[in-house]
Nanobody, 122 residues
Framework: QVQLVESGGGLVQPGGSLRLSCAAS????????MGWYRQAPGKQRELVAT???????NYADSVKGRFTISRDNAKNTVYLQMNSLKPEDTALYYC????????????????WGQGTQVTVSS
């Protein structure tokens, strides 16, 4: 069993900041790519940012220069620092990870968290 638990969402004014965290737990041998996705009401889920096990990062154009993804491999945790937030950043933010569960099985499985709500409003 593997769980991804997000935290850090909330209500913030435009221009404000939030830091999201996502901790993976359970039967984990190694975590490869981790990332954040978001889904606004009436829209499809979209990529926000990803980070590889060697900390190479990728960002959606809409968040470049404002958001920073990072990870702590010792804690199996990925973070998303969000600055200069805009109302259009309002969405349910999901954590995602590719995880190898057993040392003897190189197969990876993809896991999602339950989501944390971010609302940007004055």
């Amino acid at each position: 069993q593997v769980q991804l638990v997000e935290s850090g969402g909330g209500l913030v004014q435009p221009g404000g900041s939030l830091r999201l965290s996502c901790a993976a737990s359970g039967s984990i041998f190694s975590i490869y790519s981790m990332g954040w996705y978001r889904q606004a009401p009436g829209k499809q889920r979209e990529l926000v940012a990803t980070i590889t096990s060697s900390s190479s990062t990728n960002y959606a154009d809409s968040v470049k220069g404002r958001f920073t993804i990072s990870r702590d491999n010792a804690k199996n945790t990925v973070y998303l620092q969000m600055n200069s937030l805009k109302p259009e950043d309002t969405a349910l933010y999901y954590c995602n990870a590719d995880i190898q569960r057993w040392h003897w099985d190189r197969k990876t499985n993809n896991f999602w968290g339950q989501g944390t709500q971010v609302t940007v409003s004055s």
